[in-house]
């Protein structure tokens, strides 16, 4: 009888653990290096870089990549980069990742998408910026859903272009995806984002 109970006790906690272990994290700071890497993107050490290329103030054929879990240099993408603004709440974060891209696509036109994660320090500012977001595009056609993260997709198409935006949380981190285009293939950077971190892409929502 003891022998059964031993049996059943070490089957349950192989189940256990296959239960643990089959949830696996999809913002993550690996995955985001992966994708910068799939997509060519160069890695960049100087933060200030990081800034002049998202505000704009480099040429055409950008593709720039930063990525930290130290502390101090992500909050100063949070609140040099991101915040620049200061019209998002204030939070402490402990990793942060940005990525680039701003090329010419086939037709000669400009491509620019953007993707930023942040690590919060809690989870409850991490909800906080989520939210921000979701409350600064609510008017665009959006698609939403719950589960093994949150989600919020935001599109515009008009015969100016095609806008896509993400929005993604998981646990106390958020990644915000933003691109504007002409066709679905000018998506690259937010197409291997979605597919490395096997999440809903905003191109799902587009009507």
């Not at 285009?181 to 999440?199: E, H, P, T």
Request: proline letters at 1%.
């Amino acid at each position: 009888m003891n022998m059964l109970k031993k049996a059943a006790a070490g089957v349950m906690a192989v189940v256990l653990l296959m239960g643990v272990t089959g949830c696996t994290e999809k913002l993550t700071f690996e995955n985001a290096n992966e994708v910068a890497e799939q997509c060519g993107l160069e890695k960049i050490d100087n933060v200030d870089r990081i800034a002049e290329d998202v505000y704009g103030n480099q040429d055409y054929n950008e593709l720039v990549y930063y990525s930290t879990e130290n502390s101090n240099e992500a909050q100063w993408i949070y609140d040099k980069v991101y915040n620049k603004s200061n019209t998002y709440p204030k939070a402490e974060v402990k990793g942060a990742a940005v990525m680039y891209s701003n090329v010419i696509n086939s037709d000669g036109k400009p491509i620019k998408e953007y993707a930023f994660m942040f690590t919060f320090k809690s989870k409850k500012k991490a909800e906080e910026f989520y939210f921000r977001i979701e409350s600064e595009y609510y008017i665009l056609e959006h698609a939403e859903g719950k589960g093994e993260y949150d989600y919020t997709l935001y599109t515009f198409s008009s015969e100016q272009g095609i806008g896509l935006i993400g929005n993604y949380l998981e646990d106390n981190t958020v990644l915000y995806l933003c691109g504007n285009g002409y066709k679905k293939s000018d998506f690259a950077l937010i197409d291997s984002c979605c597919r490395k971190m096997n999440i809903k892409s905003p191109e799902t929502a587009l009507k």
